[in-house]
């Protein structure tokens, strides 16, 4: 999921049910440690790690 732009993830993600905090869909946060929620906390050094973790593990 390397190629993938981020909106698409993005899309993936919260159609799954995923949550994710406003200020880390900023473009200037994109690039900073991020957490989203997927029926459990998931962490990354950026939106795409923390997306990619959160997806992985489900």
């Given at each position: ?47 795409r ?9 489900q």
């Open positions: 999921m390397a190629n993938v732009p981020i909106e698409e993830l993005v899309a993936e993600f919260l159609k799954k049910g995923g949550r994710i905090n406003k200020y880390y869909l900023s473009d200037l946060s994109r690039s900073r440690p991020s957490l989203v929620y997927l029926r459990g906390w998931y962490g990354g050094a950026n939106i790690i923390a997306i990619n973790k959160a997806l992985s593990a």
